[in-house]
């Protein structure tokens, strides 16, 4: 936004020039925040099995079967 970069902590360290040419600078969150949203996902694989992943920002949960 505005040329700035908001990286969520955990991410791996890289420079700002690998962000693009719309990126001169980079904020570095030291740690996971709800500033980024957040997400749950499910997916059916190819073999018909169910994966599912709950985004621990939003305290997500999942739960296969049962």
């Known amino acids: 936004e505005n040329g700035i970069a908001n990286l969520e902590g955990g991410l ?3 420079t700002v020039p690998a962000l ?4 001169h600078e980079a904020v570095r969150w030291p740690i ?6 957040g ?4 997916a059916r694989d190819g073999d018909g099995r ?3 992943a709950g ?12």
């Open 50 to 52: 169910f994966s599912a």
């Open 39 to 42: 997400v749950h996902a499910v």
């Open 20 to 23: 693009g040419g719309e990126c």
């Open 12 to 14: 791996p360290e890289f």
């Open 32 to 37: 996971h925040n709800l500033f980024f949203g």
């Open 55 to 66: 985004d621990p920002r939003r305290g997500g949960a999942s739960l296969i079967g049962g």
